[in-house]
């Protein structure tokens, strides 16, 4: 009984503080309080809701009956739609604070939202086609945990556990696998969509190739993602991983690109510390592990993941380990990369670690909500959060660019491969070319740090060297510098021949801040 008094007197006097000093002062300058007291909680009642719901539904195989029934739904709604005037584009229903992208989509205010319940996984096929078949809204994290709980996993499993099928499909996604598999659109054998005339549509690389061709990057602009088929390959229970750190420009991105190149490697990765400093890691999937080699770098009272690799820098030495293959597919998961740092400052202390690191990370959905103007528009000003993809010859040039435009650190580095296929996507040449995502996550260090002027040079240097900007992020181009990034031809050919012009807004209008109002 004591306990329950003391906690709610203190949650008591948490409320009074808050009353007295006010709530937007509390989550800007004392934001960790109300993230420890309530965040985390909340965050942990909705992981545990999703997980136990998904497991119930599949061995249940409710799902598929349910999913016919849902699409026919929202065909109804799109019709409906038509049917009163097609006076404003429409859009997903689903809230935009619950994206994992940081941007504030202020359309789905004016646009009809069309509800889209859909987030189940359908079927697993292991046997023939071997793939899995999933709803938009499955997040990687459900996709995780049952596909290594029957020995199977996904080519390409993109870090944070709240990403969705349909986020990385009308976005994209990445991992450490991507310099043999690609994108996660380069795993994905067939979509089904919903179009702006109601009518249902599958594509795949065969039937209605355009289609499946214009789908990856668009946002959503050509049709309503309904379910997707997505290659599966076997798993092994633990990733062989070796750390290397390496220093001097020179030798990062030489060795890099090496490791880049070599397909016995199932997984590379460079955490970039410093421009002159970093730690490559290069693993392998397997069955056995060494005696006292064992690291389960995933349980809540590791060490956060990015501190961990970074000992080994600090040490200069190298190292070998074997991490549980679920772990390594979402090491980053628990410090958000190294998001978390800023927002729980303690977070990596052994103590909090023990005590509350099985509640962490907060859903990133949840801090969006709570987020408030005021604190999006300092994050906005005076933090960045961008994936840039550049051609891995590149990189020496980007990585000073990076430095001298927003020197933030650490940077996260994952090659993959960029085939030569029409979309919004691919390389310069009629081949595929090997890629390089430069993530940076945190607060810039630069001199007169200002948003925009700093990240449209960023941008500038991008587009001359054939990259691309990941389009969650927040993205300053005009829409000529949009075009001239990314080729339209097949997706503005698509919205034209489909009817979307006056059902879908353009994706620039979508996700530019010159565009959005």
Not at 13 to 41: A, D, N, S, T
Not at 56 to 73: G, I, N, T, Y
Not at 158 to 172: A, F, Q, S, Y
Not at 372 to 395: A, F, S
Request: proline share 5%; hydrophobic share 40%; charged share 20%.
């Amino acid at each position: 009984m004591e306990p329950a008094v003391s906690l709610a007197v203190c949650a008591l006097l948490f409320l009074l503080w808050v009353r007295v000093k006010g709530l937007e002062f509390v989550l800007i300058h004392q934001r960790w309080v109300f993230v420890c007291l309530f965040l985390l909680p909340l965050s942990l009642i909705f992981d545990i809701y999703y997980y136990v719901r998904a497991w119930v539904v599949f061995k249940l195989s409710s799902a598929p009956r349910l999913h016919e029934q849902r699409v026919r739904d929202i065909q109804k709604q799109v019709r409906e739609w038509k049917e009163q005037g097609s006076k404003t584009f429409m859009c997903t229903g689903r809230p935009g604070w619950l994206t994992v992208s940081l941007r504030v989509g202020k359309y789905k205010k004016t646009h009809k939202n069309i509800m889209i319940n859909l987030m189940d996984i359908l079927e697993v096929d292991t046997k023939k086609q071997q793939i899995v078949r999933v709803e938009p809204l499955v997040t990687m994290g459900q996709v995780t945990a049952l596909l290594t709980s029957i020995g199977w996993t996904l080519p390409v499993l993109p870090e944070l556990d709240d990403l969705t099928v349909g986020g990385l499909i009308m976005g994209t996604g990445i991992e450490s696998s991507s310099h043999k598999y690609g994108l996660f659109q380069h795993i994905c054998t067939a979509y089904e969509l919903v179009l702006a005339d109601g009518s249902f549509v599958r594509c795949t690389p065969s039937e209605n190739s355009d289609l499946f061709y214009a789908v990856p990057w668009s946002c959503g602009t050509l049709g309503f993602l309904v379910a997707a088929e997505i290659r599966i390959i076997p798993a092994k229970k633990y990733v062989k991983l070796r750390f290397e750190p390496v220093c001097g420009l020179e030798a990062i991105c030489d060795r890099f690109t090496r490791e880049s190149q070599r397909q016995e490697n199932h997984f590379v990765e460079g955490l970039l510390y410093s421009l002159e400093e970093a730690v490559i890691m290069t693993g392998v999937m397997t069955d056995e592990a060494e005696p006292g080699k064992l690291n389960s770098i995933g349980n809540y009272y590791k060490p956060w993941f990015f501190k961990h690799v970074e000992n080994y820098l600090k040490t200069k030495r190298e190292g070998l380990e074997y991490i549980p293959l679920r772990h390594y597919y979402h090491r980053h998961t628990r410090s958000i990369f190294w998001e978390l740092q800023d927002i729980i400052p303690f977070g990596n202390n052994p103590v909090f670690r023990y005590l509350f690191g099985w509640m962490v990370p907060p859903k990133i959905s949840l801090l969006k909500l709570t987020q408030g103007e005021t604190l999006r528009k300092l994050y906005e000003q005076h933090h960045v959060v961008q994936d840039m993809l550049v051609p891995m010859k590149c990189l020496p040039q980007a990585l000073h660019t990076f430095h001298s435009d927003i020197h933030v650190y650490p940077i996260w580095l994952c090659p993959f491969i960029l085939p030569s296929q029409p979309g919004l996507v691919h390389p310069k040449g009629n081949e595929a070319e090997l890629y390089v995502d430069i993530g940076a996550y945190g607060e810039p260090r630069v001199k007169h740090f200002e948003a925009r002027s700093c990240m449209r040079q960023l941008e500038k240097f991008v587009r001359s060297v054939h990259g691309f900007q990941m389009l969650y992020a927040d993205c300053y181009m005009d829409r000529e510098e949009f075009w001239e990034m990314f080729d339209g031809s097949l997706y503005h050919r698509l919205r034209k021949q489909l009817g979307c012009q006056d059902a879908f807004p353009e994706v620039y209008d979508k996700i530019c801040k010159a565009a959005r109002h």
